[in-house]
């Protein structure tokens, strides 16, 4: 569960131009950029890859893909079920591809909230200043010192329903506080801009500047905020299905697991049925990582230019130095 | 030393909030401790235990008084080390449940985490001073592919091909089951023995994060003038990437330093489960499944304060790195 | 500059350890864990070892009254505190223990018993009747000490009396031919000197018990095992045969099932799916499972109060309905099998005698949706399209909830739930999250659910008085579980025949009563019975051997089980052994 340090990312305040053409498609300006990006290029392909199987996932699956088969127990991966079967004759395929819907959706809504309550906070706190600046970075700082994970397993014990919904709010609300004390300090470096005082001055109400100022021009650090907690939330809500502690009536990655698991599937020599989803989750997550590694190194001029320090020390020091 | 003694408040708050939130979460939901201990019962064990329901009822039915009344006598007894006793190993207490298994998890984690920086950085360091070459061509992207796997997939995979099949490490438990715990050598390196795999996995899983941040400040900072200074001067390569560069680009890291210590103690849950290893992590499952609230608030209360204790090391030693915070 | 030169060799001393580090976290790792010498492998095996599946780390709790829900509270049971008679489960033959001979007397109303001689406590003193006196009656103390219903509100029991060091009278209102195998079988004999004096048994750890059984000492106890040492001085010659009992600790059914592949751990009770591949196979020879089907039935049971439960002829359809032999191939992995609609024939084969009622099991438990159907239309129900209708027009459906965790119940349910669509019920499985949320709902059937027997298991009768006794009667509504009375159903007619039975020591006389009242119970159809919830146990014969197997079968197989643990912890040899 790596965790790229948000503090590391700096991204530019400006938003990318509008669009760019290329051949007779118009192309967002913001997805040009990452396309051009190696990195981020990889990354987006397999997110769309796995989303496009999300999408797809009842066409290429079977009705119900919990439902059990007497006659095909515990089969190894074969062209009639390309990622075998379970204990109880469950095709591995079609829980992998319909639970992709699930986990992805949940992942990118805790993601999504845990972001606006981040960046509402984060960027009112840093904006209005004074008092309630002080009480949410307090609140950000609390939050980033009790650990998460077994805050979740402690809170999601405690529940007794444990629908999508539910999930989705119990993650978002403890995983808001990552991004929540990133998007107040860029915040803070903005609210003294021109356009902001402009806005100020002209009288408008501090949440229109807050929602139409400062958050539009700080999209591009919103959009990896919401990367970062999108993966994160996939991994955390994993963890907490593998323990038993998720909807586990559900169909998701991390429901796939916990029943591999529960049937001792791995120690019976009976990979199938753990390595496919842990391997649809591994690279979603990888995806994302790469997609953020891409958002860097595109606003990041410094980790863009490849060997720029060989050819600036040489320009400068001559080859001795280098 | 203002910003010291403001960071040490912020500590005392932090575990105030804790704590709160710990007494708050049980009583926002529904459920009673007493379905929580049956549920460890199997349908034959329930069935050979008749009327073990009532004997449960005999033993944790209580009274009900208001809220706040609960609310100050709660923190009355935390303030005293008094966390009640465990429901799910009734009627040993829940300090000495935690007592018996926080030094193992603190062991561990301790251990991995500080390992998993010191590789993660390290590997990060060398990545951006040789960018493209073979660590940042190689060594980078096979740590980002482990790490975007959650620990308790990596764990599983070590536990069957590293412990199980290639019968390198031992599977389970802290120590060998013939050894008793004391300061002997035969312990230690059993302890050593049993810890091993536990610990790689921990590296595997956030090892990664380090490097991608490491390797992300590293070259930002190799662009600054002094390092171009030092360069100039004529110093090493390596004792520039170190001395210069690197003590420097470490700073920003280190204080993401809370976030990445409250992930590793996440990650501890797991791996701990998946070796039944007999810390506070597996203890915090079990004690949630079997609805023991008693157990599970210390152990989250106990877990929040190791993060905090982390971070005020963190911190002594961020003062002693950088030198504006003495300055100001 | 001195300042930063040091921190430059930090730097490196930090990474030069850190390296050193991982160089040895990976060097040692082929340092091999245990010597490849069989010999010395079982010479270091020296206990048997057991462990369950997601216990949490040990504490120190040997209290057999109140830590049953401890591993260590269970089989302390058995292993230090020993049962006056045994009766294995199944009512089989009564195997004295401290009990050596018994006698009813007093127009069946007294029971005497003859204590056996010489018998010590751990702590050195005699046990003597007035232990077992206080044992009895320690139920007046403290409630949690009651095994024999002495406090509760049905209580026969009139007079409890020590005659001397060695013999014990047990008066009753009214004579009880289930006493023994009913209620005396789960009383367990602890020193009065000791228990006395514990001021509340509830929060006592009882951290050193002092018992006289087979094992009385705890000679290692840490988080992750503990030992307990063979008695030197039992009072039983020769027994036990090995030197001690060990318990380690497995955190999830995974690391269970890795302790017992690799032959470190002998014996365990811990569901394992595909037994036969996932652990016969890694060593045919050592490796068995015992999967003991000498139990009652896991039913399908419902509110019989309401409709429309509450016709005979919709639960009787249920019954034929339901395809046994898949759940019990697909849901219990062939591990349960399918009973009758009877359910007694693996527990009580005996006493199922009339072959009218034998056929008639038989036949209304056997698969047949087209009679379901046909016997459905005959009560007044109908179809519209492929829904069924119930007499008063209302679609039926029965949904049946189960915790999400158990899962060998939920492929059971999903396949009955599938059955009961085919003939027209609108039925799906309701997955609960855990025994919380499931328990309260499902002991009082507010919707229907699998359960167990909650019967006395010492003969038929204690199944047929919880499921026909108006005695047993459990209100609708109300938790059915401390009569096992979980369908709220009664029948009048079955009050002489259990009365009969109950009074009566005579075995033809029992029978006939038996004959009836399965009659009754078969035309009555209170609960569904299903498939036989297995006993299971794997063990290995590499260093043990003389395990409760099908060839010697002495009871429960499963080791927390008192007092049919008992003989295995006495019976149990050692020395490996191929084979059985």
């Known amino acids: 569960m790596a965790q790229v340090d948000p503090t590391a990312l700096d991204l530019p305040l400006a938003a990318p131009k509008r669009s760019i053409r290329v051949g007779r498609i118009r192309v967002p300006g913001w997805l040009a950029l990452l396309l051009r990006n190696s990195k981020s290029r990889t990354g987006l392909l397999i997110v769309a890859f796995m989303v496009f199987i999300a999408i797809i996932a009842p066409l290429i699956s079977v009705a119900h893909p919990n439902d059990f088969n007497i006659l095909a127990t515990r089969q190894a991966p074969s062209w009639h079920h390309l990622f075998g079967t379970t204990d109880q004759g469950s095709d591995v395929f079609s829980q992998v591809v319909v639970g992709a819907r699930r986990s992805l959706l949940l992942g990118a809504l805790a993601g999504a909230l845990a972001t606006l309550v981040a960046a509402a906070l984060g960027i009112t706190a840093a904006y209005v200043g004074g008092i309630v600046d002080e009480v949410v970075n307090l609140l950000t700082n609390v939050f980033l010192t009790i650990p998460a994970i077994p805050l979740l397993i402690v809170a ?44 100020k001055a002209s009288g408008e109400p501090t949440w229109r500047i807050v929602f139409g100022e400062l958050m539009p021009n700080m999209i591009s650090r919103i959009a990896a905020a919401f990367v970062l907690v999108f993966y994160v939330s996939l991994l955390v809500d994993s963890g907490l299905e593998f323990l038993g502690l998720g909807d586990m009536s559900a169909t998701s990655w991390g429901v796939t697991i916990y029943w591999a698991q529960v049937n001792s599937t791995v120690l019976q020599g009976e990979w199938w049925p753990f390595m496919f989803p842990s391997l649809a989750l591994g690279l979603t997550v990888l995806g994302l990582v790469l997609v953020l590694a891409g958002i860097d190194e595109v606003s990041n001029p410094q980790l863009r230019a490849e060997r720029t320090r060989g050819r600036l020390v040489r320009l400068l020091f001559g080859k001795a130095a280098a | 030393m203002r910003w010291f003694a403001r960071r040490l408040v912020f500590y005392v708050f932090a575990i105030w909030v804790a704590l709160t939130l710990n007494f708050l979460l049980p009583r926002l939901m529904p459920g009673s401790p007493i379905a929580g201990l049956l549920e460890h019962l199997s349908p034959a064990q329930l069935a050979a235990n008749p009327g073990i329901v009532q004997t449960y009822e005999a033993l944790l039915g209580g009274g009900h008084h208001s809220i706040w009344q609960d609310y100050v006598t709660y923190l009355h007894r935390i303030s005293h080390f008094n966390f009640g006793l465990s429901t799910s190993n009734y009627p040993t207490p829940v300090s000495e449940v935690v007592g018996r298994t926080l030094p193992y998890s603190i062991f561990l984690v301790g251990v991995a985490f500080i390992l998993s920086f010191v590789i993660g950085t390290g590997v990060g360091m060398v990545a951006a001073w040789r960018r493209g070459r073979f660590t940042d061509s190689f060594v980078v992207p096979a740590f980002m592919t482990v790490s975007a796997f959650p620990a308790f997939v990596l764990a599983l995979l070590g536990l069957y091909f590293l412990g199980l099949k290639a019968g390198w490490f031992p599977i389970q438990h802290a120590y060998d089951s013939n050894v008793i715990p004391a300061w002997s050598w035969t312990f230690i390196w059993s302890a050593f023995r049993h810890a091993q795999l536990p610990i790689l996995v921990i590296i595997a899983a956030y090892a990664g994060g380090w490097v991608l941040n490491m390797r992300t400040v590293m070259i930002n900072t190799i662009g600054e003038d002094y390092v171009g200074m030092a360069h100039a001067k004529g110093l090493r390569d390596r004792r520039v990437m170190t001395r210069y560069a690197g003590r420097n680009a470490i700073l920003p890291p280190l204080n993401g330093f809370a976030a990445q210590f409250a992930g590793a103690v996440g990650g501890l849950v797991f791996v701990e489960i998946i070796f039944s290893y007999p810390g506070v992590g597996y203890t915090l499952q079990s004690a949630v499944l079997g609805n023991d609230y008693p157990l599970a608030q210390a152990i989250l209360v106990v877990l929040s304060v190791c993060v905090i204790v982390a971070n005020l090391i963190m911190d002594v030693l961020n003062f002693v790195l950088d030198p504006r915070l003495r300055t100001s | 500059m001195r300042r930063s030169i040091r921190s430059t060799r930090r730097l490196a001393v930090v990474g030069v350890v850190a390296g050193l580090a991982v160089l040895a976290l990976l060097g040692t790792a082929s340092a091999p864990a245990a010597t490849n010498n069989a010999a010395a492998l079982a010479a270091a095996h020296k206990c048997l070892v057991m462990t369950g599946s997601g216990d949490p780390a040990f504490v120190k709790n040997f209290n057999p009254y109140t830590a049953t829900g401890l591993p260590s509270g269970s089989f302390v049971q058995g292993a230090f505190y020993e049962p006056l008679i045994v009766i294995g489960e199944g009512g089989l033959k009564p195997v004295p223990w401290l009990a050596r001979t018994w006698k009813w007397s007093n127009g069946n109303k007294t029971l005497t018993l003859k204590l056996a001689h010489g018998v010590k406590w751990s702590d050195g003193k005699p046990l003597t009747s007035l232990d077992v006196v206080y044992s009895l009656t320690a139920g007046q103390q403290n409630a949690a000490m009651d095994r024999i219903g002495l406090t509760g509100a049905g209580n026969n029991v009139q007079s409890i009396r020590a005659h001397g060091a060695y013999t014990v009278a047990i008066t009753l209102k009214t004579p009880d031919s289930q006493f023994i195998a009913g209620t005396l079988n789960r009383q367990f004999i602890v020193p009065q000197h000791i228990w006395s004096k514990v001021a509340d048994p509830a929060t006592f750890t009882n951290s050193n018990p002092v018992g006289s059984g087979p094992f009385d000492k705890i000679t290692r106890f840490t988080t992750q095992d503990y030992v307990f040492s063979k008695n030197p001085n039992y009072w039983q010659p020769g027994l036990p045969k090995i030197p001690c009992l060990e318990y380690v600790q497995a955190a999830s059914n995974d690391s269970a099932l890795a302790l017992i592949q690799s032959g470190q751990v002998d014996w365990t009770h811990n569901f394992v799916p595909n037994v036969a591949q996932a652990y016969i196979s890694k060593d045919p020879k050592h490796f068995h499972a015992f999967y003991a089907t000498k139990a009652y039935p896991t039913s399908l049971v419902f509110d019989d109060t309401q409709y429309p439960y509450s016709l005979v002829a919709f639960r009787k359809a249920l019954s034929l309905a339901i395809d046994r032999n898949s759940v019990s191939k697909l849901g219990e992995y062939g591990y349960g099998p399918p009973t009758d609609a009877l359910g007694l024939q693996f527990l009580f084969p005996s006493s199922v005698t009339d072959a009218s009622v034998k056929a008639q099991a038989k036949a209304m438990g056997t698969y047949n949706p087209t009679a379901a159907k046909k016997m459905l239309t005959d009560a007044g129900f109908t179809y519209k399209g492929s829904n069924l209708i119930d007499p008063k027009g209302n679609p039926v459906s029965l949904d049946i909830h189960v915790i ?35 328990q309260p709902n499902a002991y009082a059937t507010k919707n229907p659910t699998l359960l167990w027997q909650n019967g006395s298991q010492g003969s038929a009768y204690g199944f047929l008085y919880a499921n026909l006794s108006q005695n047993a009667y459990v209100p609708s509504g109300q938790d059915g579980e401390t009569t096992g009375n979980w369908e709220h159903f009664a029948d009048p007619a079955a009050t002489p025949y259990l009365n009969q039975w109950k009074n009566s020591l005579d075995p033809e006389k029992q029978q006939t009563a038996a004959t009836q009242l399965e009659k009754l119970f078969l035309n009555d159809m209170p609960i569904v019975p299903i498939y036989i919830g297995p006993r299971w146990s794997t063990y290995s014969t590499k260093y043990f051997h003389c395990f409760d197997s099908p060839k010697t079968f002495w009871g429960d197989p499963i080791f927390t089980t008192f007092p049919d643990n008992i003989l295995s912890f006495t019976r149990i040899c050692p020395g490996g052994q191929a084979g059985a």
Do not use: C, H
């Not at chain 1, 808001?176 to 609210?191: D, G, M, P, S, V």
């Not at chain 3, 999903?414 to 919380?436: F, R």
């Open chain 1, 156 to 199: 999601s014990g405690y529940l007794r329903a444990r629908g999508m919904w539910t999930m989705i709010a119990v993650i978002a609300l403890v995983l808001w506080a990552f991004e929540a004390r990133i998007l107040r300090a860029q915040a803070l470096t903005l609210k003294n801009r021109d356009f902001v005082l402009a806005a």
């Open chain 3, 404 to 438: 999400s965790g158990w899962s060998d119940w939920v492929a059971s349910d999903q396949i009955i739930a599938k059955n009961l669509s085919d003939i027209g019920i609108s039925s799906k499985e309701v997955l609960e999250p855990d025994w919380g949320s499931w």
